[in-house]
Nanobody, 117 residues
Framework: QVQLVESGGGLVQPGGSLRLSCAAS????????MGWYRQAPGKQRELVAA???????HYVDAVKGRFTISRDNAKNTVYLSMNSLKPEDTAVYYC???????????WGQGTQVTVSS
C-alpha cells in the first residue's frame, strides 16, 4: 500500500504562486502514474495534472500554461507548481498514485488551496 502525504497548500492572492508536494512511502520510480486532482465545494473531483513514469505529462485545459507537474524520484515526491492562480483554482487538492496501469489508485489526505484577495 502506498501512503501519500501532501503539503504546500494555503491562502494566496490572485496572480500568486504555490507549490504543492506529495511524498510517497515507496519508490516513485516504479509508480506508473502520479497525479493531482482537485475538488471545489459542490463540484466533482477532477484531474488537474498527471505524470507518467516514462516522463509524459497531462494537464486539464484550465491549467495549461500555468501549472507544472514534476516528479523527483530521488525524493519519491511529485510536485505541482501553480502560477497565475485564479479564484476558480480554489479547491482541496489531492495527490493520487497508481503503481501499475491496473492498480487501484491511492489518495493523499488533501491540502486546501484558497485563492482570494
Amino acid at each position: 500500500q502506498v501512503q501519500l502525504v501532501e503539503s504546500g497548500g494555503g491562502l494566496v492572492q490572485p496572480g500568486g504562486s504555490l507549490r504543492l508536494s506529495c511524498a510517497a512511502s515507496e519508490s516513485s520510480l516504479s509508480i506508473y502514474v502520479m497525479g493531482w486532482y482537485r475538488q471545489a465545494p459542490g463540484k466533482q473531483r477532477e484531474l488537474v495534472a498527471a505524470h507518467f513514469s516514462g516522463g509524459l505529462t497531462h494537464y486539464v485545459d484550465a491549467v495549461k500554461g500555468r501549472f507544472t507537474i514534476s516528479r523527483d524520484n530521488a525524493k519519491n515526491t511529485v510536485y505541482l507548481s501553480m502560477n497565475s492562480l485564479k479564484p476558480e483554482d480554489t479547491a482541496v487538492y489531492y495527490c493520487n498514485a497508481r503503481p501499475t496501469r491496473l492498480s487501484t489508485p491511492y489518495w493523499g489526505q488533501g491540502t486546501q488551496v484558497t485563492v482570494s484577495s
